[in-house]
């Protein structure tokens, strides 16, 4: 496509009869016939490496109006990135006709991948985007971030379409909204989960972060497009907000949840392996049995349904798939069986309420303790590491803090405030050595909780250049811990 009419069609001005060959961000990826993102960031100013993009054959740079640009055309906008998805938007094409949106502080993980499910076994050919990489209707994953920079968000999704994908669910995390990394596509029904402390130490306050998590339903979105909105019994106002952001712009809004009006839960009741749910649809009432443990993945399994609904799935079809859902990668995920006859889950909780919501899942199925491995990311939110530790010990019987990602943090520091909340919880460093002592100690009537880092399949240690990753998988840990302990018992 030619520059100019690229520009046209987004809505911009610009001269230039070259071909456009492609969009970049990191000048490094500069070919001929690009145009180049020259953005602002906390760390790395873009606009310091307009002339290397220039020189690699930038022919266009999108950045603000006092940049300096020589050599190219400079798209100048007060908001560049804005600006640059549109323009890439018009560059990445095809795209699936039928594509939803998830934000919330926690569960936008588990939602995306059950809408994906609940497509799938509807017969659809659908996709999800976010934390756990890109899920393929053939259910192959590529790693990635919750949401991919907007570059390889578009082209992912322009090449899932080329692939006979029809329907895509993705992550819009507070990043994501607030740096302009998902835009530019027709979204047509957005989802929201629930609202609680995290990323303030990328975010001002909580107004702010909340604000950034409102641009999926105030600006993302197409126009009419389903806002589905969990309403649970006890939320904190939070998500009532949501709704009236929803109706304010003109959103088919779909409440979900014990005061849902569009699917409302009547009755939850857990069974041996998962939950008998009462819900009622379009003025009907349905049992249904949810083979997945927790209160909050009953919240995650009918907000994907709702979206579902409002993507045009037939009802009975997504009930069914809702009885047939597969647990999510670190989601409450059961890793082992201890030898004394204990599960051991693994789950990505990693806030003060994701914490509360696990121990709050797991506490039906257990008779005995319910022991809690877990501990807090270096280089984020301090303030929500003691929340933690007062969070795993009012409902846990046992509480081991240990290393999480520690960055370029000490360890021992961020344990140290962890302990505030916990006082009488035992610090074991090591978390490998944190998870052994669990197993071992757990017997036949207990549960064993390691959270915090769920899928993730390494450990990150120092930053900047002395940033290392070394290979370490919790799931895979706690089947190594359990056939060490039957080794030494044998």
Known sequence: MKLAKLCAAAGFACDGDANVTGFAIDNRKVAP??????????QINGEDFIAAAIESGAIAVVARPEAAVEGAVHIADPEPRRAFAALAAQFFTPVPDHIVAVTGTNGKTSTVEMTRQIWRMAGERAASIGTLGVTTPDESVSTGLTTPDIVTFLSNLSGLAREGVTHVAYEASSHGLAQFRNEGVPVMAAG????????LDYHADMEDYFAAKMRLFDEVVTDGAAAVIWMGSGDSGWNARVVEHARTRGLAVMTVGEQGEAIRLVNREPTQLGQSLTVEHAGQERTIDLPLIGAYQVSNALTAAGL????????NRVWDAVARLQPVRGRLERAAIAPSGAPIYVDYAHTPDAIAA????????VSGRLIAVFGAGGDRDHGKRAPMGAAAAKASDVVIVTDDNPRGEDPADIRRQVLEGAPQAREIGGRREAILAAIAEAGA???????????ETGQIIGSGDNMRVLPFDDVD????????????AA
């Open 33 to 42: 016939g690009t145009v180049f993102g020259a953005f602002q960031g906390t």
């Open 192 to 199: 929201f989960t629930n609202f609680s402390r995290d990323h």
């Open 445 to 455: 009537e207990d549960i064993v909780l390691v959270a915090g880092k769920g899928h």
């Open 308 to 315: 579902a609904l409002a993507t045009g799935t037939e009802a």
């Open 358 to 365: 696990a121990v709050a899942a797991l506490r039906p199925h």
């Open 477 to 488: 840990v706690a089947r190594e811990c359990v056939a060490e302990i039957a080794r030494g």
